[in-house]
């Protein structure tokens, strides 16, 4: 199965200021259709998790622009321009490229 | 609005079963791949099954195959996945999502496997 590396596993951050989460995948995620199945999701505390980004860059109906993804290959990340208390919680990177589809192992935001 | 409702959930013994459930409104169910995908807080999220638009074709991850069947109702804009041979580590709350790469999230029903 292909591994899907998060990182940092826990991210503290000041509201208003950037972050960034990185994902690696232990195989590249490239398609034979052309395609690059790579998502993310975003878990708020005691809720379901919802998809934020589809094929590496592409924004979900009502994901704020602040919000944004980025990569190839194996190396994948997802920004965030300025940190809003909203968006703490817990968030995956997906890849569905390569049956067994597969989850990153979670990056949890913080507000310092 | 899209809206996933799962219920089924509960407590059963190792080896036992239990159906869970997830009705599904705001969009034409026919027209969407459907998933499960379970979560628990030592292995995080694991996708467990998709069924097709038209129930044709079904995947599952391998810790499943041969004791859980994902089905639907398409008259009835239902998801089903009968769990059979239940085991501790199967112990998660299992969540109903649109399309094969999960789109739209149900809130989740808990089963939990123990004596």
């Known amino acids: 199965d292909v591994v899907m590396t998060q990182s940092p596993l826990s991210l503290p951050v000041t509201l208003g200021q950037p972050a960034s989460i990185s994902c690696r995948s232990s195989q590249s995620l490239v398609h034979s259709d052309g395609n690059t199945y790579l998502n993310w999701f975003h878990q708020r505390p005691g809720q379901s998790p919802r998809r934020l980004i589809y094929k590496v860059s592409n924004r979900d109906s009502g994901v704020p622009d602040r919000f944004s993804g980025s990569g190839s290959g194996t190396d994948f990340t997802l920004k965030i321009s300025r940190v809003e208390a909203e968006d703490v919680g817990v968030y995956y990177c997906f890849q569905g490229t390569h049956w067994v589809w597969t989850f990153g192992q979670g990056t949890k935001v913080e507000i310092k | 609005e899209v809206q996933l409702v799962e219920s089924g959930g509960g407590l059963v013994q190792p080896g036992g079963s239990l159906r869970l459930s997830c009705a599904a409104s705001g969009f034409t169910f026919s027209d969407f791949w459907m998933s499960w995908v379970r979560q628990t807080p030592g292995k995080g999220l694991e996708w467990v099954a998709n069924?097709?638009?038209?129930?044709?074709?079904?995947l599952y991850v391998d810790s499943v195959k041969g004791r859980f069947t994902i089905s639907r109702d398409n008259t009835k804009n239902s998801l089903y996945l009968q769990m059979n041979s239940l085991r501790a580590e199967d112990t998660a709350l299992y969540y109903c999502?649109?399309?094969?790469?999960?789109?739209?999230w149900g809130q989740g029903a808990l089963v939990t496997v123990s004596s």
């Open positions: 999502a649109r399309e094969w790469d999960f789109d739209f």
């Open positions: 069924i097709k638009q038209d129930g044709s074709e079904k």
